[in-house]
């Protein structure tokens, strides 16, 4: 089983990092939000102190990973807050456990899959954090410096410089393996057309990596759906704007659960 910690007690709330990162990305809004919920917080394998497992990667994995969490908790049914990647699992999870989804919050990530020129941007990426660990790093610090708002990431390099140092402490294996399964993930639009469950949308204005105007395509075509846009923000909304984002998961967590 990966690794996982839980903090508070209430409803259950999991909380699902994104890549290059482990569970303290949500260090910022875990404060505020373990004193209403229960929070579960995993590592995905091969991040913080889970293990790379040596099935082949896939969303599937990752999904399938969180669920074995859910279930030693006893959890059958939770709101998934998932962050990028970790969006992208929560999807997963949805698309193969429905019964199990409250509700889902995508921060800064969508439901579609990657287009053929990101896959071919991964490639070129995953080739690059092969050769060694100077171009693991240089791929690092590029992607890092472009998941903020430029304004954000002049003002605070010392937090560009955490991300890099996070995901420097990742393995390359590790790296290698969330980008081929962020690569290889399926569409899950049709998903999002029959979902039953809230749907919350957390869009940067000058998100590089998760583009409000792809996300906006989207946010729509669930039932019931929450759209925020945060300006200026990047794609780091729990480093660049933390009281915000804390604010407004509150507020989806206290819809999905109302009293």
């Not at 890549?19 to 209403?36: M, R």
């Not at 994995?61 to 006893?74: G, M, R, T």
């Not at 869009?203 to 996300?215: C, Y």
Request: proline content about 6%.
């Amino acid at each position: 089983m990966i690794h996982y910690t839980v903090k508070g007690s209430g409803e259950p709330l999991v909380l699902i990092h994104g890549f290059p990162n482990d569970s303290t990305a949500w260090d910022n809004v875990v404060p505020g939000l373990s004193q209403h919920y229960r929070l579960i917080l995993p590592d995905l394998p091969g991040a913080g102190q889970s293990p790379l497992l040596e099935a082949a990667p896939s969303m599937a994995l990752l999904a399938d990973a969180v669920k074995e969490v859910l279930d030693h908790e006893n959890i059958g049914k939770a709101l998934f807050i998932g962050h990028s990647m970790g969006g992208y699992t929560a999807m997963q999870i949805a698309s193969m456990y429905p019964e199990m989804v409250q509700g889902i919050s995508l921060v800064h990530s969508m439901a579609s899959a990657d287009n053929a020129e990101k896959k071919e941007n991964r490639r070129k990426a995953i080739v690059l954090m092969k050769k060694g660990q100077s171009e693991k790093e240089m791929f690092l610090k590029g992607m890092s410096q472009n998941l903020f708002a430029p304004e954000f990431a002049a003002q605070h390099p010392d937090v560009v410089k955490e991300v890099v140092a996070k995901g420097m402490m990742l393995s390359s294996e590790a790296l290698v393996s969330f980008y081929q399964a962020i690569m290889d993930r399926t569409d899950k639009k049709d998903v999002l057309e029959r979902a039953t469950w809230p749907m919350q949308w957390i869009i940067g204005d000058h998100d590089n990596a998760t583009p409000m105007k792809e996300a906006l395509e989207q946010c729509h075509l669930s039932a019931v759906s929450s759209v925020s846009i945060y300006k200026p923000c990047g794609h780091m909304s729990f480093l660049e704007m933390p009281n915000r984002l804390l604010a407004d998961l509150l507020a989806f967590a206290a819809f999905c659960y109302p009293e």
